[in-house]
């Protein structure tokens, strides 16, 4: 394993500046380089954009899995690239329990008819329901998932990168600013020359230092030259010779012009370190910039797959719907079929308010309804139209004449309905032309 222990130390000492100059900027004791309104707006975007795509994510599972332990099984599942095995709906366990009381409570008998039905019934439903979760979890789960998992990943590893580079450029502003301030202060300070006679107590220099004059590489005595006295170390005397403040003033301007020129070449370095950050900031804010737009497409995207969402469950609410019908017609054939107590007949269609009635979504019509083999039948031929109380009604679905006393009905036709006394009030009497017959009310769009 090749452990560099200068980059990990390096990468650390990089770690903690930037955090110390995040906390600083935080507390409003460093400059901020602000971004623009309209990147700061995509930025607030694309934050919502990944909150709310969780949130619908996660609620839709629950809609299509309500049971938090099947959930769990299947992401574990995914998380391990095995494939999710094969699980019974509800309406399938249904089904089989039911199927299962019908074979040992006897087949033949209504009871037992009827769980037979009813469980072949809940069999389709729970079919229904599985297509349902399959076109939903591809059509819709899937698109959502990769968002998160892809294009969100890249967009937040960016901003990452954008906000060090924005870290780093402040930091070279700090750093141009501290050399330029350093570097006047140098030149004000250079414009009178120091007098060292004021600041030496003592009017002597070393000779072995007043003898190089203006040479910067000269050195002090050695310590073969120092000789020991009871309170220390001194020199001897023909080391010592009176100051000169020539010597002293231009020794003080040859440090003076070395310091103005040490400064320069600082201010220079950080000119140029705060260019190269700009740079890399200008490129990776770009680079940023065209991600986040790219949030847009993503809403196109996601607008597409709530479009299908919204078919399959269309398509699925309504086969349950079909389902349920025929189930419904099924057992009112049934001899000795419990038939719950009729509610009483509506009033005439006459009285009813001259608005459009519009049936949003099909209700189940009542048994009653349906009349089981034994009753008197309505006589269709003898049925004469009121005098009054005759509407036009529009078809909303299709449907299939359960037997001849009914009306089949297409899609979008307009047909003539009306009651007579005694109907179940979820039937109407319906008119094409010579043909007549019973229709359902929840398949109808009754017209002023």
């Not at 090749?2 to 400059?31: C, P, Y």
């Not at 050695?222 to 010779?241: A, N």
Request: glycine content about 4%.
């Amino acid at each position: 394993m090749d452990f560099n222990m200068k980059k990990l130390a390096s990468d650390a000492g990089i770690f903690f500046t930037r955090a110390v100059q995040f906390t600083e900027e935080k507390f409003g004791q460093a400059e901020k380089t602000e971004l623009d309104a309209h990147f700061e707006n995509l930025l607030a975007r694309a934050d919502s954009t990944k909150n709310w795509t969780e949130k619908i994510l996660r609620q839709t599972e629950v809609l299509l899995q309500p049971n938090p332990s099947a959930r769990v099984e299947e992401f574990l599942y995914e998380k391990l690239d095995r494939k999710v095995p094969s699980r019974v709906t509800n309406g399938e366990l249904l089904a089989q329990y039911m199927a299962e009381a019908a074979s040992e409570l006897g087949p033949t008998t209504p009871y037992g008819k009827t769980l037979i039905k009813v469980a072949e019934a809940e069999k389709r439903l729970g079919a229904a329901e599985r297509d349902f979760i399959h076109t939903a979890s591809i059509n819709f789960l899937t698109p959502l998932r990769n968002f998160l998992e892809g294009d969100w990943k890249t967009i937040s590893k960016e901003r990452r990168v954008l906000q060090n580079r924005r870290l780093d450029l402040d930091a070279s502003k700090a750093r141009l600013k501290k050399a330029k301030a350093a570097e006047a202060k140098a030149t004000c300070e250079g414009d009178t020359v120091p007098d060292f006679q004021e600041t030496r107590p003592r009017n002597y220099i070393l000779s072995a230092s007043a003898s190089a004059t203006l040479d910067d590489t000269s050195c002090p005595p050695s310590w073969s030259e120092w000789e020991k006295y009871p309170g220390g170390w001194r020199l001897p005397c023909f080391f010592l010779l009176p100051l000169n403040p020539s010597v002293t003033q231009a020794r003080g301007c040859l440090s003076l012009l070395k310091n103005r020129k040490l400064w320069n070449d600082e201010v220079d370095k950080a000119e140029q370190e705060l260019r190269v950050a700009q740079t890399e900031f200008d490129r990776q804010a770009e680079v940023t910039r065209l991600l986040l737009e790219g949030i847009s497409s993503t809403h196109v995207n996601h607008l597409r797959c709530l479009h299908e969402f919204v078919e399959s469950q269309t398509t699925y609410y309504a086969q349950c719907y079909r389902h349920m019908l025929d189930l419904q017609k099924q057992l009112g054939r049934f001899p000795g079929t419990f038939i719950g107590t009729t509610e009483p007949a509506s009033p005439p269609l006459s009285s009813t308010s001259p608005t459009t009635t519009a049936a949003t979504m099909p209700v189940m019509p009542s048994v009653a309804g349906l009349a089981p083999p034994g009753e008197a039948a309505l006589c269709l031929e003898e049925v004469a139209p009121p005098a009054s109380g005759t509407r036009k009604a529009r078809v909303l679905y299709d449907y299939e004449a359960a037997d001849s006393s009914e009306l089949a009905l297409l899609a979008d036709e307009l047909i003539t309905v009306y009651s007579l006394p005694g109907m179940d009030p979820d039937w109407l009497i319906g008119e094409r032309g010579n043909k007549k017959g019973k229709v359902p009310v929840t398949y109808l769009e009754l017209l002023s």
